[in-house]
């Protein structure tokens, strides 16, 4: 299974959000909603594709109330997550999923909230120590170049 993750603005009460909205809530309606940090919400999809369209689906919404939007697919890393854009190019055959890697997005996690995310380049999987803060551990996330700035 695929998964996709909605990292919320600060500021927002994501589930509250996208659930009392029509059209998103209809979006979400056969997806089982999960919390793994408390300023997100994940969901399983089928595919890679599956994520891709659930994303594209609820743009409008994600661009008012989120600050990022992740997907994991197996396929590609057990671990990692990779960014929308990464996602989007992957699914359109513009990247090969072998070659991704170098970029991450890494966000710290703080008392169960996604904190602070640190843009990192490592070569063959080495990445640099996550030094904004302290934090209890560390989540992955792969971008694309041009995301990397």
Do not use: H
């Not at 997806?31 to 890679?48: C, D, G, Q």
């Not at 369209?53 to 997907?71: C, E, G, I, K, P």
Request: with cysteine.
């Amino acid at each position: 299974m695929t998964e996709v993750c909605l990292v919320g603005n600060e500021d927002v009460d994501l589930r509250n959000e996208l659930l009392g909205r029509e059209t998103s809530r209809e979006a979400l309606l056969t997806y089982e909603l999960r919390r793994p940090w408390r300023n997100t919400i994940a969901m399983s999809t089928v595919s890679l594709g599956a994520a891709v369209s659930l994303l594209n689906d609820l743009n409008w919404y994600l661009t008012r109330f989120t600050r990022d939007a992740m997907v994991r697919d197996p396929s590609i890393s057990e671990e990692d997550w990779l960014s929308r854009r990464l996602a989007q190019e992957i699914r359109g055959e513009r990247i090969d999923p072998t070659e991704v890697g170098e970029w991450f997005k890494v966000y710290g996690v703080v008392k169960g909230n996604l904190v602070d995310p640190m843009y990192l380049q490592g070569a063959g999987g080495d990445l640099p120590t996550y030094d904004l803060r302290e934090v209890d551990e560390t989540v992955r996330c792969r971008i694309t170049r041009r995301e990397f700035g």
